[in-house]
Nanobody, 122 residues
Framework: QVQLEESGGGWAQAGGSLRLSCAAA????LGWFRQAPGKEREFVAG???????KDTAESVKDRFVISRDGENNMYLQMNNLKVEDTAVYYC????????????????????WGRGTQVVVSA
């Protein structure tokens, strides 16, 4: 069983920054998703298991940066936060796929963390 653990969520003022972490040891393609109150869960960013390829949703592309350090941890640096970034952020992992593949759909991922809450106030 793969265990994922997110950390780094919390409260920030609009314009501020937060850095989320996901502990995920192993050769997983990883992704960040978020779910705002009353909305569907949506893709935020993903990284291949090699770390060579990354992609970020258009809505946050100029503010959020995904990274990973080898096979262990994944990060989401969130800058210039907006009130609409308020959501529960989830780390997701999958064990199969091409080395350089980035995955965008919830159904692509087999393993999920419990989520970490991010609240951005005006």
């Amino acid at each position: 069983q793969v265990q994922l653990e997110e950390s780094g969520g919390g409260w920030a003022q609009a314009g501020g920054s937060l850095r989320l972490s996901c502990a995920a040891a192993g050769r997983f393609a990883l992704g960040w998703f978020r779910q705002a109150p009353g909305k569907e869960r949506e893709f935020v960013a993903g990284v291949s298991w090699t770390g060579s390829n990354k992609d970020t949703a258009e809505s946050v592309k100029d503010r959020f940066v995904i990274s990973r350090d080898g096979e262990n941890n994944m990060y989401l640096q969130m800058n210039n936060l907006k009130v609409e970034d308020t959501a529960v952020y989830y780390c997701a992992a999958r064990t199969q796929g091409l080395a350089g593949a980035v995955f965008f759909r919830e159904s692509d991922y087999a393993f999920w963390g419990r989520g970490t809450q991010v609240v951005v106030s005006a």
